[in-house]
């Protein structure tokens, strides 16, 4: 007589797994707590999956949901200025190679990003919202311009830009006095 050998039984997690969990009595007197719904068995889950459908929106809501979006991508380089001026604080305004460095970021991000207007609002726009677009990409626009602007006063107080006279004396003619001090013959 051969012995058949049995399969070991199955680890606990897999009872456990398989069994619907065990719910401790609920004592009457104290309330479950605000939004708790508790837990479905899997024929409950099952059943409500199938009777809850979820509707599709209708186009004007979606237009609108895709203007909302538009509308936080136009905003989004000013919610980031104020981490850049600080950003430009710390720096200092003498010449490293950190705050030239932020600095070409500070001029590269808003170009590039006024250069690839059209790709950026691509996906937001159709036949039905292309005319309430106008504003968003005016804002992000003049938000980007927001964000050239923080980089030239930063390259002004780094002393880079020429806005003194002494910067341009290269180009300044020499002064023709019409009255001296002493006379000429002497000189």
Known sequence: MSAVAQPPPPPQWVLDLNSPPVTKPKNPSIPDPPGYTPALTRKERAISSKQSTRKQPTSEETNTLKIKKAWELAIAPAKQLPMNAFGMYMTGNSLQIFSIFMVFTLFKTPVM????????????????????LIPVKITYILCNMLMLALGIWKVNAMGLLPTT????????????????AIPREWL
């Open 165 to 180: 006279r002494s910067d341009w004396l290269a180009w300044e003619a020499e002064r023709d006095w019409s009255e001296r």
């Open 113 to 132: 990003a006024v250069l690839n207007l059209q790709k950026t609002f691509a996906p937001f726009e159709n036949p039905e919202t292309s005319g309430r």
